[in-house]
């Protein structure tokens, strides 16, 4: 069945230092979302791409979807302690087709 | 607030119980999905509701159900519990249940089994 994988589980970081996550499928996908969910938290909506080798970026978050649409990864530049939490992909193979969830990348941020 | 709201917040049971979750999704969304998260775990997609009807099937245990009622709620039943089943149980939303859709999260029904 379709398998979708991050890397790393966890990351510590200092305060100011960058932070990536890496998803992969096992299968090509339709599209791929990233949802940010703080310790204590429920899963958050961050972004959508749809488009192979589509970059798109949000203030210091740079999200990318590879050209054969079976990875992304999310780069974080200069952490901050608000970014803290765990980091999900998710995707699917059809638009109508179930979304699955990676295991996530949990981040902490040193001060 | 996301809009999604679950019920309980907590639920602490004995093993061999049932017990129902309840969730009523964002005002205007038609479609629900059920979530499970174990501690260290990533969200284990259970089963997706669609206008009443059952859209896509995760791994979902067979000793667990669920219904999507005419007013759109959901509902998980959780039968015959064990200690595993000590989990997050999230409920998300979204319009129409396609997979282009952002889903919107519940905060989610802490699960102890005891």
């Not at chain 1, 992969?24 to 979302?33: A, R």
């Not at chain 2, 200690?83 to 979204?94: E, I, K, P, V």
Request: hydrophobic share 30%.
């Amino acid at each position: 069945g379709q398998q979708v994988m991050q890397i790393p589980q966890y990351q510590h970081v200092q305060e100011g230092e960058d932070f990536t996550t890496y998803c992969n499928s096992s299968t090509t996908l339709s599209n791929i979302q990233w949802y940010k969910q703080r310790p204590g938290g429920h899963p958050v909506f961050l972004i959508q791409l749809v488009k192979s080798g589509e970059v798109k970026k949000q203030k210091r978050l740079t999200f990318q979807f590879g050209e054969a649409k079976k990875n992304s990864s999310l780069h974080i530049t200069a952490t901050q302690t608000t970014d803290v939490g765990t980091y999900f992909c998710a995707g699917e193979k059809t638009s109508y087709d179930k979304v699955i969830f990676g295991p996530g990348t949990s981040l902490s941020v040193i001060p | 607030d996301s809009g999604v709201t679950q019920t309980p917040k907590h639920l602490i049971t004995a093993t061999g119980q049932r017990v129902t979750l309840r969730c009523s999704p964002r005002s205007g969304d038609l479609s629900v999905y059920w979530y499970q998260q174990s501690l260290d775990q990533g969200l284990q997609f259970l089963i997706q509701y669609y206008n009443g009807e059952e859209r896509a099937k995760g791994n979902i245990l067979e000793r667990f159900s669920a219904q999507q009622f005419p007013d759109l709620h959901s509902e998980l039943n959780l039968s015959s519990l064990e200690l595993g089943d000590s989990a997050l149980y999230f409920c998300a939303s979204s319009v129409k249940g396609a997979g282009n859709e952002k889903l919107f999260f519940g905060s989610g029904t802490q699960l102890s089994v005891l």
